[in-house]
Every structure is written in C-alpha cells, then in structure tokens.
C-alpha cells in the first residue's frame, strides 16, 4: 500500500522558513516521481514542485523559484521541501504525491497517490 506521510507544516510570520517532508512508503521510491501540490482556500491546487518533470528536470512553479526548493533521502525514503522568504501567498494545504509515470509536474492529473496534506499558514 502506498502511503505518504506529510509533516511539518505550521504557523509562521512572512520572511521565515519551513521544512515540509514526506514520508514515502509501499512503493521503489527511486521509480517514482514525488513531488508537491498546495491549495490555498477558494483556489484551484497548485503543483509547486517535484524531482523530476518530463524532461528529467526538477520543477519549481514560477510563484515559488529561488525561495524553495526540494530534495530526496533515498535512504530514509524522505522528500523535502524547503520553504524561504515565506509570503502570505504560500498560505495553503501542501499535499504530497508520487507517481510512477508522471511527466507534468504541474499537472495534478499526472499524479495517482496523495497524501494527507499538512497545513501552512503564513501571517503577513
């Protein structure tokens, strides 16, 4: 059974930091794309990033290039997502997913397994 166990979310003022992680497991971690969405409410969810896009290329959303960035511990079967210079724009649901074929990183479609989501709210 896949699972992905999001963690770290939390209140934090604008300018700070976060460090999201997922915890994967059930499926070769090293096979899949994993990645992360968010959703701010009264929005349509957002992929922010994930570690490989179609061309092999991790993936960052315009909104949020050169303030986060993300990363795999293939031996704890981890990814990252580091959070700076936080806005008040990035309060939302962070939800991370994983897919064995996925190419469109920004596509919410290309991903099967969704975790749970952890919540970041971001005072201004």
């Known amino acids: 059974e896949v699972q992905l166990q999001a963690s770290g979310g939390g209140l934090v003022q604008a300018g700070e930091s976060l460090r999201l992680s997922c915890a994967a497991s059930?499926?070769?971690?090293?096979?899949?794309?994993i990645g992360w969405f968010r959703q701010a409410p009264g929005k349509e969810r957002e992929g922010v990033s994930c570690n490989s896009d179609g061309d092999g290329r991790i993936y960052y959303a315009d909104s949020v290039k050169g303030r986060f960035t993300i990363w795999s511990d293939r031996a704890q079967n981890t990814v990252y997502l580091q959070m700076n210079s936080l806005r008040s724009e990035d309060t939302a649901v962070y939800y991370c997913?994983?897919?064995?074929?996925?190419?469109?990183?920004?596509?919410?479609?290309?991903?099967?397994?969704w975790g749970q989501g952890t919540l970041v709210t971001v005072s201004s």
């Open positions: 059930g499926f070769p971690f090293g096979d899949y794309v």
């Open positions: 997913v994983a897919d064995k074929y996925a190419t469109r990183c920004s596509d919410q479609d290309d991903f099967a397994e």
